[in-house]
Nanobody, 125 residues
C-alpha cells in the first residue's frame, strides 16, 4: 500500500509559479512511475505529466510542455511538479498518482494504482 500526500497548491496570479510536491509512503518509491493529473470543475480528470520508474523519462501534455517540469527524488520519496507561466485555465485540483512498474499507457488514469487527495491550484487573471 502506498499513500500519497500532495502539497504546494494555492492562489497565484497569471504568469506566476508554483511547485507542487507529492510525498509517498513506503520503501519502494523508486519502482513506481509517478504521474500528475488535474481536474477542473465540471471536467474530467486529465493527464499533466509522468516520470518513469526505471529511467526517469518524462512526458507532458501539450498544454504543459515548456511550462511545467516533473521531477523526482527517490531518496525523499517525493515527486515534484514545477509550474511556471501559469494561466487561469490551469486552475484545477492537481493529483499525483503512482503506478507500480508501469511502462505503457501512462497518460490514462486507470493505469495508476494509487492516488493522492489532491491540492487546489487557482490562477487569478
Amino acid at each position: 500500500q502506498v499513500q500519497l500526500v500532495e502539497s504546494g497548491g494555492g492562489l497565484v496570479q497569471t504568469g506566476g509559479s508554483l511547485r507542487l510536491s507529492c510525498a509517498a509512503s513506503g520503501r519502494t518509491f523508486s519502482t513506481y512511475t509517478m504521474g500528475w493529473f488535474r481536474q477542473a470543475p465540471g471536467k474530467e480528470r486529465e493527464f499533466v505529466a509522468f516520470i518513469k520508474w526505471d529511467n526517469d523519462n518524462t512526458y507532458y501534455a501539450d498544454f504543459a510542455k515548456g511550462r511545467f517540469t516533473i521531477s523526482r527524488d527517490n531518496a525523499k520519496n517525493t515527486v515534484y511538479l514545477q509550474m511556471n507561466s501559469l494561466k487561469p485555465e490551469d486552475t484545477a485540483v492537481y493529483y499525483c498518482a503512482a503506478g507500480a512498474q508501469k511502462d505503457y499507457r501512462l497518460t490514462f488514469t486507470r493505469v495508476y494504482d494509487y492516488w493522492g487527495q489532491g491540492t487546489q491550484v487557482t490562477v487569478s487573471s
